[in-house]
């Protein structure tokens, strides 16, 4: 297992940037595909990002597309999400979630995820 501890959450104005660290613990970071999911109230969990375990493959959902950027830093344990333009309905928690099954890609699919951080809350105010 790996523990992940989210954070960098924070109230922006629309239009503003936010960054997410998630630090990871234990040795099997390195080799575990990331994902970033976010959940607002009322609404499912929906897929934010995602990256593999190398970093050289990415894939976003729909609503981060050209606004947002998943990066990992192997030899610090850590993945980002970097939030750019941001609108008020991205305010949500967002998670960040590892990938224990040693594939090569990233997934989209929450279900295969097997470790999540607490989450952190962003909220963008209009």
């Known amino acids: 297992q790996v523990q992940l501890v989210e954070s960098g959450g924070g109230l922006v104005q629309a239009g503003g940037s936010l960054r997410l660290p998630c630090a990871a613990s234990?040795?099997?970071?390195?080799?575990?595909?990331m994902g970033w999911f976010r959940q607002a109230p009322g609404r499912e969990r929906e897929f934010v990002a995602a990256?593999?375990?190398?970093?050289?493959?990415?894939v976003y959902g729909s609503s981060a597309k050209g606004r947002f950027t998943i990066s990992r830093d192997n030899a610090k344990n850590t993945v980002y999400l970097q939030m750019n333009s941001l609108k008020p309905e991205d305010t949500a928690v967002y998670y960040c979630?590892?990938?224990?099954?040693?594939?090569?890609?990233?997934?989209?699919?929450?279900?295969?995820?097997?470790?999540w951080g607490q989450g952190t809350q962003v909220t963008v105010s209009s």
């Open positions: 234990g040795r099997t970071f390195s080799s575990s595909a």
């Open positions: 990256i593999s375990r190398s970093g050289g493959s990415t």
């Open positions: 979630a590892a990938d224990l099954s040693l594939k090569l890609g990233a997934t989209v699919v929450s279900g295969d995820y097997d470790s």
